[in-house]
């Protein structure tokens, strides 16, 4: 059941001020936020946040470049808080996916880095098909957490953030993917290898113009993604989704009817979830949507207001309550 702290007699979430972060006394933790566009690594003690630094993801060089590419950022960001690395506790990953399970260490295959997955159409500048993870961390560290990125963003999201004492509920983030974190009866759900909630790899099209990074053609990601809005739209003069969204926050026709749809398809999508989950909220993320959200959330919840009411009733699409720190809080959700 939803506790009675989170629902108001009106019916109205209702999550508290709740400051993330460590117990006092706890030894410090590596928080690490991997995107399909960026990598954050942050480093916390019981004070807060010691340091924070971000590059984009690395795309070339050989199948472990990312995963070296992390422990240096882990490195960097133990030196500007002024600790060796000895010093951590834990290392918290936060990862876009899915994962692939190899000799028992969780792989990364994300359609957004790995270019192999759908070839040298998607314009990717690698072949890879999968990425060491598991292995290199657990190799210098000693506790290490991976969970999708979304996962952890809904574990987050629960203990801090707008879905707290919700035990129905999804975390979705608009951005370079599409991604979900699903909790049902106040279990979150993770699947046979940690890649539950990839909802935004099924199918809604068979539209010839939506090559997502995995391979499919016409799923959700390759229609509404971030790093979709370009490939799609670019000849129609919006050369990314910032683009886009800025003429349809000034009104132009066409980028409003660009809009609209974008937000019939992941409003289905969204749904669907709804539906077959029999959730209570969801929380929304990403840059794509939080960057927007004024625009971009009533045309989401028009998608679920009024259809099949004995499921959709009071059921509310809400911004992350953590906003843009999301990502971050969510790998330090992992280990604290």
Known sequence: ????????????????????????????VAGVDIGGTKIAVSIFDAAGTKSRITELTVKEGTSDALSQ????????????????????????????????????????????ICGGMAGPARGLPNDWLSLPLEAPLRAVFSSVRIENDCVAALEAERRWGALQGVDNCAYVTWSTGIGMGLCVDGRVLRGKHG???HAGHMFVSDNDDALCGCGNTGDVEA???GNAIARRFASQGYADAATLLIAATEGNTRAVAIIDE????????????????????????????CNNR???LPRLQAQLDGKLASLTEGVKLLPAGLGEKVGDYAALALVS
Request: with cysteine; hydrophobic share 50%; net charge positive.
């Open 1 to 28: 059941m939803t506790s009675a702290s989170a629902i108001s007699s009106a019916g109205k979430l209702q999550p508290q001020a709740v400051r993330p972060g460590l117990a006092p006394g706890a030894a410090p």
């Open 69 to 112: 590419q992390v422990l240096r950022l882990i490195d960097t960001s133990c030196a500007e808080a002024g600790l060796p690395r000895s010093a951590l506790a834990a290392v918290g990953v936060a990862s876009c996916g899915p994962f692939a399970l190899r000799s028992g260490r969780l792989e990364l295959v994300a359609p957004n």
């Open 195 to 197: 890649n539950a909630g």
């Open 223 to 225: 229609l509404v993604a």
């Open 262 to 289: 974008l937000c019939r398809v992941l409003g289905r999508a969204l749904y669907n979830l709804v539906i077959t989950l029999d959730l209570q909220a969801i929380s929304l993320g990403g840059s794509v949507f």
């Open 294 to 296: 004024d625009l971009l």
